[in-house]
């Protein structure tokens, strides 16, 4: 049996809204625990990835309104999963559905687009002859 296409929407969303695997990761794992606030020690620990890689993904998330960044007095600043808008939320609770299905062919479409933009900046040196 030959899967469907990812539906265009989230194709759409994956394309323009997720940078990487981690990302993807980093976002599912603070959206499994909604009410929960999360260190970059513990999104590190958990992903096995380093405390700055960890810092990064977070921010970016933050950044793009998938997140929201709690800072306490005194502390380091913690994330909590709070999509910017209800629309925003239903997309990611679709993605993380696909994901959990269909795994390889979500980070198929995020490496594809990857090796897309690594093509275009080596492009961009390329040497061509003037006519």
């Given at each position: 049996?030959?899967?469907?296409?990812?539906?265009?929407?989230?194709?759409?969303?994956?394309?323009?809204?997720?940078?990487?695997?981690?990302?993807?990761?980093?976002?599912?794992?603070?959206?499994?625990g909604?009410?929960?606030?999360?260190?970059?020690?513990?999104?590190?620990?958990?992903?096995?990835?380093?405390?700055?890689?960890?810092?990064?993904?977070?921010?970016?998330?933050?950044?793009?309104?998938?997140?929201?960044?709690?800072?306490?007095?005194?502390?380091?600043?913690?994330?909590?999963?709070?999509?910017?808008t209800?629309?925003?939320?239903?997309?990611?609770?679709?993605?993380?559905?696909?994901?959990?299905?269909?795994?390889?062919?979500?980070?198929?479409?995020?490496?594809?687009?990857?090796?897309?933009?690594?093509?275009?900046?080596?492009?961009?040196?390329?040497?061509?002859?003037?006519?």
């Open positions: 049996m030959v899967p469907q296409p990812i539906p265009e929407e989230l194709r759409r969303f994956v394309l323009t809204s997720i940078a990487s695997v981690p990302h993807l990761e980093a976002l599912l794992l603070l959206r499994g909604t009410q929960q606030d999360w260190s970059t020690q513990a999104v590190a620990e958990r992903l096995y990835i380093s405390d700055k890689l960890a810092a990064t993904l977070l921010a970016d998330l933050s950044r793009a309104g998938m997140t929201v960044t709690l800072r306490h007095a005194g502390s380091e600043p913690v994330f909590r999963y709070q999509p910017a209800a629309a925003l939320g239903q997309v990611i609770d679709a993605l993380a559905d696909l994901y959990g299905r269909r795994l390889v062919d979500v980070t198929h479409l995020i490496h594809a687009k990857l090796e897309r933009k690594a093509q275009q900046f080596a492009d961009a040196f390329t040497w061509r002859k003037e006519s």
